[in-house]
């Protein structure tokens, strides 16, 4: 059980739910962890200290965007997982009702995931031009289009607490809506 099931048990059902302001979600091997919101805006990103023996500097990139990515997933199932509690909606519309275990349940919260991606991306008649953005410190590079990210990588041996600054500044800076690429435009 996640920690989301864990709190929505835990408090009574028919009432407000509980707030989730703060989600976490790793990467597979547990070294790598992101944080976002009770909508999937990010909050933060980190690693854990294994995190050079687990991924190295070759695979730390995309632990981090996959740490990302899981927790954003784990958002978009709260809406889901407090109305199996018994708890009433919130301004968030919930379309279908799965049960937790049932194969269908994660489709559908994929299924949706999956339909607001496309609804954003045909909402832009014109597709956004690739860029990169880069931290101040060059180690973490992000590869976007719009607000969508294509991948990551990271430069040279870097140091931890560097990289881990470097990460939150440019997911801070995309999803702010304030980054600049290596050209310095939006």
């Known amino acids: 059980m996640t920690e ?66 899981t927790a954003r997933l784990k958002a978009a199932l709260v809406p889901m997982i407090l109305r199996r509690h018994g708890h009433t909606p919130s301004s968030i519309l919930v379309v279908e009702q799965h049960t937790v275990g049932n194969v269908a349940f994660l489709d559908a919260a994929r299924g949706r995931i999956a339909e607001a ?12 031009a690739a860029r990169v953005i880069t931290g101040t410190h060059g180690l973490f590079r992000l590869h976007v289009r719009g607000s969508r990210i294509d991948r990551a990588e990271v430069t040279g041996v870097p140091d931890t607490d560097r990289l881990v600054a470097d990460a ?8 702010s809506g304030h980054a600049t690429d290596d050209r310095g435009t939006r």
């Open 4 to 69: 989301v099931e864990q709190l929505a048990a835990q408090v009574p059902g028919g009432g407000p739910p509980p707030r989730f302001d703060r989600i976490t979600g790793p990467d597979r091997t547990g070294t790598a962890f992101a944080v976002v919101d009770e909508v999937g805006r990010f909050v933060d990103i980190g690693l854990h200290p294994a995190w050079w023996l687990a991924l190295g500097p070759a695979g730390v990139a995309d632990a981090l965007l996959e740490a990302l990515a």
């Open 117 to 128: 991606s496309r609804l954003i991306a045909d909402a832009d008649p014109e597709p956004p």
């Open 168 to 175: 939150r500044e440019v997911l801070m800076a995309l999803t």
